[in-house]
């Protein structure tokens, strides 16, 4: 249909009368428009993003339950567990019907002067990940982990590791979890999938055998990285942990930002490689967790 309606253009274009130029050119944005509106309402019927997901609030990594609820504007994100600022049962995320805009709730102690406020813009979704950029530059990230997703989603910020503190405890407590966090053949495991109602499990899961120890702990500026240039790029990934502790078999699955694929493989794998893990040892025997998947943005800074 587009090919076609470019065709049009031309062939008026070659005509001596502004106006009808003007007309078809109109026609032509209409048409366009109403297929992208026809789009999403069809996306819109294929997926079914009601459920729970987990959302993520960059930069400061703070993870909760939400349950997203299908509205008539669109789709609605409300908190299952509350903090001082906005309780549980609150709408915390908007979304329109047409995966475009977004709006998010801030509010002071107590849930007082509550506002949404816009400057949201939904990047990306699917059955399984939701991407909402804020204005400020900073991500709303929403995960779940179902049957047909490529994996156990674990890394969503590079800076993000387990505090020291809590080492020791993490150690203590696999022996007892590894058998209800993990289904095994051989040394080989995978993340097991939980049901509605036991999403604590899964984040208690996902502490014990996929958070790093070590990650990056600085700012991305353009001399971190030669013939890149600066801009902000996403992408996502799958990826094992090996019995050493470190990340391998890294697939990207998508990107999308400043790189080509070529640059954000190299640059995934070298941040991917600066985390370092615990080796899952159990009763002498060590294992490595398939089935993981990942979604990293950076934005290089030209310091130039």
């Known amino acids: 249909m587009v090919k076609s309606l470019k065709i049009i253009l031309r062939r008026c274009l070659n005509r001596k009368s502004p106006r009808k130029v003007k007309k078809v050119t109109l026609i032509t944005v209409t048409l366009l428009f109403l297929g992208l509106i026809s789009a999403n309402e069809e996306l819109d019927q294929k997926l079914n993003l009601e459920g729970y997901w987990f ?44 995966f475009q805009n977004c709006k998010g709730v801030s509010a002071g102690k107590g849930f007082t002067n509550p506002k949404f406020s816009g400057g949201c813009k939904i990047k990306s979704v699917s059955e399984d990940l939701i991407v909402a950029w804020h204005e400020k530059g900073f991500p709303d ?16 910020d590079f800076k993000e590791k387990l505090p020291e503190k809590g080492l020791e405890k ?19 495991c995978r993340m097991k999938l939980w049901p509605k109602g036991r999403e604590s499990e899964s984040l208690i899961c ?12 600085k700012y991305i500026s353009s ?16 990826f094992i942990i090996n019995k050493k502790g470190d990340i391998d078999n890294l697939n990207i699955t998508s990107y999308d930002g400043a790189m080509n694929r070529k640059q954000v ?17 159990i009763n002498e025997k060590v294992y490595e967790i398939h089935n993981l998947r990942g979604w990293l943005y950076w934005n290089i800074r030209d310091d130039g």
């Open 55 to 98: 959302a993520v609030f960059l930069p400061l990594f703070h993870e909760e339950a939400v349950e997203i609820i299908k509205s008539e504007e669109g789709y609605q994100a409300v908190k299952t567990i509350g903090n001082v600022y906005v309780p549980g049962g609150e709408i915390g995320l908007k979304i329109d019907r047409n």
């Open 141 to 156: 990230l929403f995960y779940r982990d179902l049957s047909s997703s490529q994996g156990s989603f674990c890394i969503s």
């Open 170 to 188: 993490i150690l203590e407590l696999r022996p007892k979890a590894f058998k209800h966090c993990l289904a095994c053949e051989g040394s080989a």
């Open 206 to 217: 996902k502490k014990l055998f996929c958070k790093p120890v070590k990650a990056i702990q």
């Open 223 to 238: 001399e971190d990285v030669l013939n890149v240039g600066s801009g902000t790029t996403s992408v996502q990934f799958t």
């Open 265 to 281: 493989k190299t640059f995934t794998r070298n941040i991917l490689s600066s985390l370092e893990y615990i080796p899952v040892e």
